[in-house]
């Protein structure tokens, strides 16, 4: 499967991930040849397969809806790039 | 003393023979010696280590009698641990003091063992060959121009260079057995749920799981008794009977029955790793087992599958480094999107980002069925192979990966080749199931071979048993290479 560099644009925006046009051609060749590769999985049959989210067959547990953390504030924000009165900050998003 | 294991270790710390400090303080010594070559480790903490250790040495004085009290532990630099530097091999977290301890930490913790250092791993663990860590690729022991494998590749070439008793890892698509093979080490990956993935970061939810590396089934029998066990912070621990992974050891392996898939041993398998797995083999018939021929008929599809499974889940794992709690930012920026896109851009390496994009394609509108749903579709098909071929045997036999060891920068370029290095290890983890390696002999230029060994869910205790026999006959396990 061949992908343009539009294509590569496109995830690379959705993926949030800031890519030169020199980094976009890479790319593109580099996840056209993966595809190839995963192209392997459109021949088979899957009809009446059910898709198997999880190595698992158990249900999801459920917990008391009661407090059990304790607040750690500080010691979580001490390792954050750039906090202020205990909030974090990030450039303005509405004016 | 650096060929001791962990139970003999054990009884000389017991007996006074040795301290915990004295113990750490040899292993600190032979990774500062050492490590500068192979690069092993991201952090040693010498500080942190011996007083963990002291802390240690006072439980033994008190008649600690746990297995791994005051043994020192490597752990791989993708378990969060309280005050030690956790950067899972990235730029992304190259400041991360992780405020809290992963339940693997809290387990060996509670256990009285030492956290010896954090090691070298592929960035995020998305790799085979320990190359695309942020801090440099690890050199294995072996042949010092040649790869570990990854993504656990810190931890495997330690565990063989005897820079630390035993080492954690984490197998999302072979990340524990393909660099346990590698380096000529013992490695486990458990049952999808026996070990809590809490504060392990996260690759592939589905998939990724935690477990020991080592240089004997034995010594991974006792370290899997302190990892295993039910952790409800984590959703998909399982609750279930708390087993002794070491009870099974001494069974004789009298009729014991051994599945070879003849996928396994098809084309694309180098002869000198098929020559060596079929010597592990004949070893085994002499030990009382017997063989049979079983069908993995869409094993062949499980790199393709995974490729589709593991990317969209990191990619989504992945979208919480956004420069904001913790981690890198960019230094300049304009608005909130151009600070996320900066971070990301500049903190991820080539491996991650790529993988993030196939991931973000892949689960993109328009192409969710084509991909991601047919993807888990076969998944199935991969998983029901295995519950067919396990009415016929009791574990499943085969290489751990096609070749030896490759050489430094050999498969740089090329993603898709680096992929197909786990064609033998993917399916394991698409079904769930416990997969183990263990040295099995040596190929051309005498690097280490790796047996696959495949149980059933929950087969731990029998894979070990059959590990551990075949040790019992056999010295391969006991080779160290020579770093001096």
């Known amino acids: 499967m061949s992908l343009t560099n539009a294509d590569v644009r496109k995830v690379a925006r959705l993926a949030r991930l800031a890519m030169s046009a020199t980094e976009i051609e890479t790319a593109r060749a580099q996840l056209s040849g993966i595809f190839d590769l995963i192209a392997e999985m459109q021949a088979v049959d899957t009809t009446g397969?059910?898709?198997?989210?999880?190595?698992?067959?158990?249900?999801?547990?459920?917990?008391?809806?009661?407090?059990?953390?304790?607040?750690?504030?500080?010691?979580?924000?001490?390792?954050?790039?750039?906090?202020?009165?205990?909030?974090y900050l990030v450039p303005q998003v509405i004016e | 003393m650096f060929n001791s294991s962990l139970r003999q270790l054990g009884a000389a710390l017991r007996a006074k023979k040795i301290s915990s400090v004295e113990l750490t303080q040899l292993y600190l010594d032979r990774i500062a010696q050492l490590n500068p070559q192979l690069n092993t480790f991201i952090t040693v903490n010498p500080e942190m280590s011996l007083a963990q250790a002291r802390a240690a040495d006072e439980r033994l004085a008190n008649g600690d009698a746990s297995d791994l009290a005051g043994i020192p532990i490597a752990q791989k630099?993708?378990?969060?641990?309280?005050?030690?530097?956790?950067?899972?091999?990235?730029?992304?977290?190259?400041?991360?003091?992780?405020?809290?301890?992963?339940?693997?930490?809290?387990?060996?913790?509670?256990?009285?063992?030492?956290?010896?250092?954090?090691?070298?791993?592929?960035?995020?663990?998305?790799?085979?060959?320990?190359?695309?860590?942020?801090?440099?690729?690890?050199?294995?022991?072996?042949?010092?121009?040649?790869?570990?494998?990854?993504?656990?590749g810190g931890s495997a070439a330690a565990v063989a260079a005897r820079l630390c008793a035993a080492a954690t890892g984490t197998d999302?698509?072979?990340?524990?057995?393909?660099?346990?093979?590698?380096?000529g080490i013992s490695g486990l990956k458990p049952t999808y749920g026996v070990v809590s993935r809490y504060g392990m970061i996260a690759f592939a939810s589905s998939l990724d799981q935690a477990g020991p590396m080592a240089r004997s089934a034995e010594d991974l029998a006792l370290l899997l008794n302190v990892m295993a066990g039910f952790d409800e912070r984590d959703s998909t621990s399982l609750q279930r009977e708390k087993e002794d992974y070491a009870r099974d050891l001494n069974k004789p392996l009298n009729g014991l029955r051994i599945g070879l898939p003849k996928e396994f041993f098809a084309e694309g398998l180098s002869c000198d790793v098929a020559q060596a797995v079929e010597a592990a083999i004949a070893e085994y018939r002499k030990l009382g087992a017997t063989v049979v021929e079983i069908s993995l008929p869409n094993s062949k599809l499980s790199v393709?599958?995974?490729?589709?499974?593991?990317?969209?889940?990191?990619?989504?794992?992945?979208?919480?480094?956004?420069?904001?709690?913790?981690?890198?930012?960019?230094?300049?920026?304009?608005?909130?999107?151009?600070?996320y896109e900066k971070s990301r851009a500049q903190g991820f390496g080539a491996e991650v980002k790529r993988r993030i994009m196939i991931g973000a394609y892949v689960l993109s509108h328009g192409y969710y069925d084509a991909y991601y749903l047919q993807a888990?579709?076969?998944?199935?098909?991969?998983?029901?192979?295995?519950?067919?071929?396990?009415?016929?045997?009791?574990?499943?036999?085969?290489?751990?990966?096609?070749?030896?060891?490759?050489?430094?920068?050999?498969?740089?370029?090329?993603?898709?080749?680096?992929?197909?290095?786990?064609?033998?290890?993917?399916?394991?983890?698409?079904?769930g199931l416990p997969g183990m390696s263990i040295p099995c002999g040596f190929g051309a230029n005498n690097m280490p071979v790796g047996l696959q060994i495949i149980g059933n869910y929950f087969g731990e205790a029998r894979m070990l048993n059959a590990a551990h026999q075949y040790q019992l006959a056999t010295d391969w396990h006991s080779r160290a290479p020579q770093v001096l």
């Open chain 2, 376 to 431: 888990q579709k076969i998944r199935r098909l991969i998983a029901q192979d295995f519950t067919e071929a396990f009415r016929q045997c009791d574990v499943i036999m085969g290489p751990t990966s096609p070749s030896t060891a490759f050489k430094l920068g050999e498969k740089g370029d090329d993603p898709v080749q680096m992929y197909l290095s786990d064609i033998y290890t993917i399916a394991v983890n698409l079904a």
């Open chain 2, 77 to 152: 630099d993708i378990f969060c641990a309280k005050g030690w530097l956790t950067t899972c091999g990235s730029k992304m977290l190259h400041n991360f003091v992780s405020p809290y301890d992963a339940h693997v930490i809290a387990r060996f913790n509670d256990a009285g063992a030492v956290n010896l250092g954090k090691t070298n791993m592929d960035e995020f663990a998305m790799g085979s060959s320990n190359e695309t860590s942020h801090y440099g690729a690890v050199n294995n022991p072996w042949d010092q121009t040649r790869v570990p494998g990854g993504s656990s």
């Open chain 2, 172 to 183: 999302t698509g072979g990340s524990i057995r393909q660099p346990a093979a590698l380096c």
């Open chain 2, 304 to 339: 393709p599958v995974y490729y589709v499974l593991a990317p969209a889940e990191a990619s989504s794992n992945l979208s919480r480094f956004d420069g904001v709690r913790y981690g890198y930012r960019a230094p300049e920026y304009g608005d909130l999107a151009d600070m």
């Open chain 1, 49 to 87: 397969i059910e898709p198997m989210s999880h190595a698992q067959d158990v249900s999801q547990r459920l917990r008391e809806d009661a407090v059990t953390e304790t607040n750690q504030r500080e010691l979580f924000q001490s390792i954050a790039p750039q906090v202020e009165a205990g909030l």
